[in-house]
């Protein structure tokens, strides 16, 4: 099972092998791909750090802990009709997107975050309605 926090579910939807070091695009990839191979992989909702805040560097301000990401966590959480400890496959977070969330929920609910203006995570909700699922990271 993976343990992921609320803005991460939009973060591995955008994501194509950038990142914040080595290591964390080496999890960050791990994951991603664990995933795409295996939708039907559990997922566990959690407030806070997660196992790929596990990989984040240690340069100054712990980004993991910034109130803004607990806000933009509690925001896709609510978007998504999601909770802390809720427990359900990639599938279905994938389903919940086609359910829930447009490309445009972006610009609002990640307004603060600085990978919004790549525009690769408008570009991944748009492939989970489509029936894509993830991206191939290359």
């Not at 926090?5 to 960050?28: A, D, I, P, Q, T």
């Not at 790929?52 to 933009?72: F, M, T, V, W």
């Not at 802390?84 to 609910?109: A, F, N, Y």
């Not at 790549?118 to 748009?126: D, L, M």
Request: net charge negative; hydrophobic share 30%; glycine share 8%.
């Amino acid at each position: 099972m993976i343990k992921l926090r609320g803005h991460h579910l939009f973060c591995l939807l955008g994501y194509r092998g950038m990142g914040y070091s080595k290591e964390y695009v080496e999890n960050m990839t791990r994951l991603h791909q664990m995933l795409r191979d295996n939708p039907k992989t559990w997922i566990k909702i959690v407030e806070g750090p997660d196992q790929l805040c596990e990989k984040y560097p240690n340069s100054g301000e712990y980004h993991c802990q910034n109130a803004n990401i607990y806000d933009r966590d509690a925001a896709i959480l609510e978007k998504m009709e999601l909770t802390i400890g809720h427990i359900l496959t990639w599938e279905e977070i994938e389903s919940r997107i086609k359910t829930h969330v447009s490309p445009s929920d972006i610009q609002h609910v990640c307004e603060t975050c600085t990978w919004r203006s790549y525009g690769v995570c408008e570009e991944g909700i748009q492939d989970i309605h489509h029936g894509k699922g993830l991206r191939e990271v290359k």
